[in-house]
C-alpha cells in the first residue's frame, strides 16, 4: 500500500504540462530524475499571489517538493534551478513535441534517469539554437530504445549479420530490420548506410535525416496506439502558413 506521508523534497524535474483544476488550483505533470513522470496537484496555484503561480515554468530546470502517497501528489515547493534560456519560435514548438511524446509514452512513476538527461539536454540544445532535424531525431531514438522498444540498427533481424552499407532493408516491427537485398533498394527499403548512421546517431546528412524521420515516426505511431500528436498537428499547419 502506498505510503499517505511520502516526502520528497529538492527532486529534479520539469514541467510537462499544466491544466486547471477546481477554482484556483492546477494538475501539473512532472518528469523528474528519480521517481519519473509524476502528477502533482498545485493547490492555489492561480491565485494571484501564490508563491506557486510563477515558478510552473515550462522547458526550466526546477526543485520540486511534494508529499502523498497516491497517484495525485501535492506539490509544496518548486524553486527554479537557473541557467537556462526560454525557448522561442520552431525550438519552443520542439519542445512541446518532446514534452507530448513523453506524456503519452511514458507510464506514471517510471523512472528513467538516462531519459531525464537526455530531455534536459536536448532543451539546452534547442535554446542555444542547435539544428532540430538530428537533435529531434536522436531524441525520438533514446526515447524508444529507453522504453524498450528499440529497434536494432546493428544486425539483420532474420540472419544476424551485420548490417551492410551497401545493403537494402525493410523494418518488421514485430521482427526488425530485414535484408531485401541492394537490387529492391527502392520502394521505401532503408539503404544500409543510413541505419548504420543512426546506430552511431548520426543524422547530419539529408538523406539520414530523411528515412530516420520516416522510420522513427512509424515506430512512435505504432507505439502510440494511433493516438494524434497536437504538436504535430501545429507544426504541419504553421508550415503550411
Request: hydrophobic residues 40%; proline residues 5%.
Amino acid at each position: 500500500m502506498a505510503n499517505p506521508r511520502q516526502r520528497v523534497d529538492q527532486e529534479p524535474g520539469f514541467i510537462l504540462h499544466a491544466f486547471p483544476y477546481r477554482e484556483t488550483s492546477l494538475i501539473v505533470e512532472a518528469l523528474t530524475r528519480n521517481h519519473g513522470r509524476v502528477a502533482l496537484m498545485a493547490k492555489g496555484a492561480r491565485r494571484p499571489h501564490s508563491t506557486l503561480r510563477g515558478q510552473l515554468m515550462a522547458f526550466q530546470p526546477l526543485w520540486l517538493d511534494w508529499s502523498g502517497g497516491g497517484e495525485l501528489k501535492n506539490l509544496m515547493r518548486v524553486d527554479w534551478q537557473g541557467g537556462q534560456p526560454l525557448l522561442t519560435g520552431r525550438a519552443l514548438l520542439c519542445g512541446y513535441y518532446l514534452n507530448e511524446l513523453l506524456l503519452k509514452l511514458i507510464a506514471r512513476e517510471d523512472a528513467h534517469p538516462t531519459l531525464f538527461e537526455g530531455y534536459g539536454d536536448a532543451l539546452r540544445d534547442l535554446a542555444q539554437g542547435v539544428a532540430t532535424e538530428p537533435l529531434l531525431r536522436r531524441f525520438e531514438l533514446r526515447l524508444l530504445r529507453e522504453l524498450g522498444y528499440g529497434l536494432d540498427l546493428e544486425f539483420e533481424a532474420v540472419t544476424g549479420a551485420p548490417i551492410r552499407a551497401e545493403g537494402a532493408y525493410v523494418s518488421d516491427i514485430e521482427r526488425g530490420l530485414v535484408s531485401v537485398g541492394a537490387e529492391a533498394g527502392g520502394g521505401g527499403a532503408l539503404p544500409g548506410r543510413v541505419l548504420r548512421n543512426m546506430a552511431r546517431e548520426a543524422f547530419d546528412e539529408p538523406e539520414t535525416q530523411q528515412h530516420a524521420k520516416v522510420l522513427l515516426r512509424r515506430l512512435l505511431n505504432h507505439y502510440l496506439g494511433g493516438q494524434p500528436l497536437q504538436s504535430r498537428r501545429v507544426f504541419m499547419e504553421l508550415q503550411e502558413l
